[in-house]
């Protein structure tokens, strides 16, 4: 955009930023808050529970607008009735929405799981393939959930996972000024070693569980206090 000329007779009204400024986040400050997430959760996995690449992309597909625990309950069942692609691919449509209907959006999601089931018979053998422009490709398949398959289960470091949690505390810490998942990835790919995209996402998704709870944050007992500038938050009482 051009700026105005020096010279110009009168001078225009600025133009609101709607969150376009980047804030600078120091490194050194990066790193800490890197190193104490590896304090405290020493041991970062994916709270889904899976056997195979087929059923951590299924129980990734179903986690969209839902808690990982209640996935956890329908899908022992599911698996169990579908227990590879094939089987999937050849379901009917208002049986898979009947096992998880408890999940919500349970017709789009059974048609999302049906899509991607038949999309892995078709060009691939009804194997996971360990590419994300491959699993992007497959209906209903997101860069949120290829990057969950392919870092829990490949631990291949294509992106960073950013879900609700991820997206609020990366805007809390001051790691990011921007609201659309694809822009905080951008933002978050560029602060962190490429060794700690998988590992990061999965530690504050617990962080988010147990410490800074949306409603709420337990502030005075973070481990990140101290480096957290807390955007949006309202001041600690003295």
Same mark, same amino acid.
């Given at each position: 955009?051009?700026?105005?000329?020096?010279?110009?007779?009168?001078?225009?009204?600025?133009?609101?930023?709607?969150?376009? +400024?980047?804030?600078?986040?120091?490194?050194?400050?990066?790193?800490?808050?890197?190193?104490?997430?590896?304090?405290?959760?020493?041991?970062?996995?994916?709270?889904?529970?899976?056997?195979?690449?087929?059923?951590?992309?299924?129980?990734?597909?179903?986690?969209?607008?839902?808690?990982? *625990?209640?996935?956890?309950?329908?899908?022992?069942?599911?698996?169990?009735?579908?227990?590879? *692609?094939?089987?999937?691919?050849?379901?009917?449509?208002?049986?898979?929405?009947?096992?998880?209907?408890?999940?919500?959006?349970?017709?789009?999601?059974?048609?999302?799981?049906?899509?991607?089931?038949?999309?892995?018979?078709?060009?691939?053998?009804?194997?996971?393939?360990?590419?994300?422009?491959?699993?992007?490709?497959?209906?209903?398949?997101?860069?949120?959930?290829?990057?969950?398959?392919?870092?829990?289960?490949?631990?291949?470091?294509?992106?960073?996972?950013?879900?609700?949690?991820?997206?609020?505390?990366?805007?809390?810490?001051?790691?990011?000024?921007?609201?659309?998942?694809?822009?905080?990835?951008?933002?978050?790919?560029?602060?962190?070693?490429?060794?700690?995209?998988?590992?990061?996402?999965?530690?504050?998704?617990?962080?988010? +569980?147990?410490?800074?709870?949306?409603?709420?944050?337990?502030? +005075?007992?973070?481990?990140?206090?101290?480096?957290?500038?807390?955007?949006?938050?309202?001041?600690?009482?003295?």
């Amino acid at each position: 955009m051009t700026g105005l000329s020096l010279h110009s007779t009168f001078a225009m009204p600025a133009k609101k930023r709607t969150g376009s +400024r980047k804030r600078k986040v120091a490194p050194e400050t990066v790193s800490e808050i890197l190193e104490r997430l590896h304090k405290t959760y020493p041991v970062a996995e994916c709270a889904l529970i899976h056997s195979n690449p087929y059923e951590l992309l299924v129980a990734t597909i179903l986690s969209a607008q839902c808690t990982d *625990a209640r996935v956890n309950q329908s899908t022992p069942l599911l698996f169990k009735k579908y227990p590879n *692609a094939r089987k999937l691919a050849a379901a009917k449509q208002e049986d898979v929405e009947e096992i998880i209907r408890p999940l919500g959006f349970f017709r789009s999601k059974a048609t999302n799981l049906l899509g991607m089931a038949n999309g892995l018979m078709e060009r691939h053998g009804g194997e996971v393939p360990d590419t994300l422009d491959e699993l992007v490709a497959l209906p209903g398949v997101g860069r949120k959930t290829a990057n969950v398959v392919l870092g829990t289960w490949f631990n291949l470091p294509t992106g960073v996972v950013v879900d609700t949690h991820v997206r609020r505390i990366s805007q809390l810490l001051g790691l990011t000024t921007a609201k659309q998942p694809e822009k905080i990835e951008q933002d978050l790919i560029k602060l962190l070693p490429e060794e700690e995209w998988i590992g990061f996402s999965h530690r504050l998704i617990h962080h988010g +569980r147990r410490i800074c709870i949306a409603r709420r944050p337990k502030c +005075r007992e973070c481990p990140l206090l101290d480096v957290c500038p807390r955007v949006g938050l309202p001041p600690l009482d003295e």
